[in-house]
């Protein structure tokens, strides 16, 4: 291998023919790029799955009231179910073991000032646990407490864009906001990695926001965090027993899938996950599918190259070259190219995966990526079978005679 004359004679070979050298590389490289590209937009995909739930705690049941499609002891059909605090309490109570935190929500629009400066917002009234669920980060101040829930305060945790949009270059921390007609002093500031439109949402005690509507106890929604070390099997389990609550709670039909819903959060993520990986197993197929046709293509160029050397292996034959000599020059020549041609490719696939970032997030692709060593690994299935692609050849032709070697035209 280490054999002077011999790496003189493979740098010769390939100086004397560039073009076929060139399209034993190409079709390396173009093999293992492809690889690479490919695994990688399916870790993308993955990424991508996995940032949809990144902004919100995974261990959430969300539970929206809905209309009944069935009638059931007494109650019509069509019903308007309705949460109220009365349902906190009894769901707190009858799940212990799996509740971690609860909130509830209530959602509504409407005009927000400051001086001169207005605009629409949503504010959401919620209690302090709602912090876990959203995973709100505080910039400035804090968030709401037990004691501004229990005191029905008028204080509001607002988004950094709120912010930023009334406020200007102002401190907002202290001040006081008009929230359709009621004024709301400012807390805090948070962020949410989730993006602009939470960003512009204003945080709100429930119970006042109650109050404002003539001191009612409805609620929009129910936010349940389960505790974690429960687990998906226990999540599910949890869900089901709070589905069969609700439902004797609220006289609704067992079979009445409309009356209500959960938005089980780990439920979505584990199946999403799962889609998440088919895709992977697919895309890593079709990238694997590209590695054999890289592999065909070099066994292809060469036998052709190959019986291109045929007289001049029976020369080298003639003048006392053993069969092994000559299989291990070619084959060494072969591994040779594919090792430089497949590093190659694979920096450049590497080089593209780390370019592109979020730039196809659009295509919900998201910061696309391959392991160093799947791609090493790759590489080196590539040379293995592309040296095998020579050295079938070359055992082949070395089995030649040389009288018949000198023959062939």
């Known amino acids: 291998m280490f054999d002077r004359d011999n790496w003189k004679e493979i740098f010769e070979t390939i100086q004397k023919n560039k073009v076929r050298t060139f399209l034993s590389g190409f079709t390396v490289a173009l093999g293992i790029l492809i690889f690479v590209v490919l695994y990688g937009f399916g870790n993308g995909l993955i990424n991508t799955f996995n940032e949809f739930f990144e902004d919100d705690a995974t261990n959430t049941f969300f539970v929206f009231p809905g209309r009944t499609s069935k009638p059931y002891k007494g109650y019509k059909s069509n019903r308007q179910i309705e949460f109220d605090n009365s349902d906190l309490t009894d769901i707190e109570e009858y799940f212990p073991l799996f509740v971690e935190y609860i909130s509830p929500r209530v959602d509504r629009g409407g005009m927000v000032k400051y001086k001169n400066e207005s605009n629409n917002y949503t504010t959401r009234g919620v209690s302090e646990s709602y912090q876990f669920a959203e ?3 505080i910039m400035k101040g804090r968030y709401l407490n037990q004691e501004d829930i229990k005191e029905k305060a008028k204080y509001a945790v607002i988004g950094r864009l709120v912010e930023k949009d009334l406020f200007k270059n102002e401190n907002a921390l202290g001040k006081y906001i008009d929230v359709t007609g009621s004024a709301f002093k400012v807390i805090g500031v948070f962020q949410d990695d989730a993006g602009d439109d939470e960003e512009r949402r204003i945080y709100i005690p429930y119970t006042t926001r109650q109050l404002i509507e003539k001191n009612t106890d409805k609620i929009d ?12 099997n226990g999540a599910m389990a949890f869900e089901k027993k709070l589905g069969d609550f609700i439902r004797e709670k609220k006289f609704i039909d067992p079979n009445d899938q409309r009356g209500f819903f959960i938005r089980n959060v780990a439920d979505q993520l584990k199946q999403n996950q799962q889609f998440a990986g088919v895709l992977q197993i697919i895309v890593a197929f079709v990238a694997f599918g590209t590695i054999i046709a890289g592999i065909i293509g070099i066994s292809n160029i060469m036998v052709f190259v190959v019986k291109e050397r045929t007289k ?10 053993t069969p092994k000599s000559v299989i291990g020059t070619i084959l060494l020549e072969s591994i040779f190219i ?5 590093v190659v490719g694979m920096v450049i696939g590497v080089g593209m995966l780390s370019s592109l970032g979020d730039t196809l997030k659009d295509y919900f692709i998201t910061n696309p990526f391959i392991n160093m060593g799947t791609a090493v690994f790759a590489t080196i299935v590539l040379v293995f079978f592309g040296g095998l692609a020579g050295y079938i050849p070359a055992r082949r032709a070395a089995r030649i005679k040389p009288i018949v070697a000198l023959r062939d035209e």
Do not use: H, M, N
């Open 135 to 137: 995973k709100t980060i």
């Open 221 to 232: 929604q129910i936010v349940i965090g389960f505790k974690p070390e429960i687990g998906y």
């Open 312 to 321: 001049e292996i029976g020369i080298r034959k003639a003048l006392g070259a």
């Open 338 to 342: 594919t090792t430089i041609s497949g």
